[in-house]
């Protein structure tokens, strides 16, 4: 399974379907942080809300990369179950690339943090990684083995990401309908950092809406193989 996950990243790389991702990910650092300097909190809150659909939609172009007959193979292969699951850890690892990028940025070269470091430094984190669970599972159910065209990919996509805003507002009717994406970055953007049990919170939503999501993406592609 380790071969297959560094195949598909390899394919990944190597195809120029990382390029257009990375490129919009800088940008979206580059117009966050270009403005002034904040707090770490602040800054990092809105910088992995922002992620959000850049992280789905790197996930789904990596999932995409793949031939279905190259597909098929590696199924019959390793099996259903870790071709599957081969697919998510390689979207995660290059996930965690972008989320390092996004930590480092408003340090250098943007120099867009003010005032004490921790604990938004760790807040921070969390939320990059909150963010790159629910990417990586909004990515994977909008991908071509799920969804079979390029339309409803995209309209997936776009639908899951508008979503997530719209419905973590303040406010929202169904919150929890949607990762907290939105709620991580209310959080962090007050002067007073978040208790230990909205950390808590926020973490089991985000766990429960991947689970879901992607118990979803397993259904849908066992029968759709």
């Given at each position: 399974?380790?071969?297959?996950?560094?195949?598909?990243?390899?394919?990944f790389v190597r195809g120029g379907r990382a390029i257009a991702p990375v490129i919009t990910a800088l940008v979206v650092l580059g117009l966050i942080h270009g403005g002034g300097q904040s707090s770490a909190g602040s800054a990092y809150g809105y910088s992995a809300a922002m992620l959000f659909p850049v992280l789905a939609w790197q996930a789904k172009l990596l999932l995409d990369t793949e031939p279905d007959v190259q597909r098929q193979l590696a199924r019959l292969?390793?099996?259903?179950?870790?071709?599957?699951?081969?697919?998510?850890?390689?979207?995660?690892?290059v996930g965690l690339a972008f989320c390092l990028v996004a930590m480092l940025a408003p340090w250098w070269p943007l120099h867009a943090i003010r005032g004490p470091v921790h604990p938004g430094l760790e807040w921070g984190l969390l939320a990059h990684l909150l963010a790159l669970a629910a990417g990586v599972a909004l990515g994977a159910l909008a991908s071509r083995p799920v969804t079979r065209t390029i339309r409803t990919g995209t309209t997936v996509l776009v639908t899951g990401s508008v979503l997530a805003v719209v419905l973590g507002l303040s406010g929202s009717v169904a919150p929890w309908l949607a990762p907290p994406v939105m709620a991580t970055a209310r959080a962090l953007a007050t002067e007073?950092?978040?208790?230990?049990?909205?950390?808590?919170?926020?973490?089991?939503?985000?766990?429960?809406?991947?689970?879901?999501?992607?118990?979803?993406?397993?259904?849908?592609?066992?029968s759709r193989a």
């Open positions: 399974m380790i071969a297959l996950v560094l195949m598909r990243l390899t394919a292969t390793v099996g259903a179950r870790r071709e599957a699951v081969a697919g998510i850890l390689a979207a995660l690892a007073q950092l978040p208790s230990a049990g909205t950390f808590w919170l926020l973490t089991a939503r985000t766990v429960l809406w991947c689970a879901v999501m992607l118990g979803l993406y397993a259904r849908l592609r066992r």
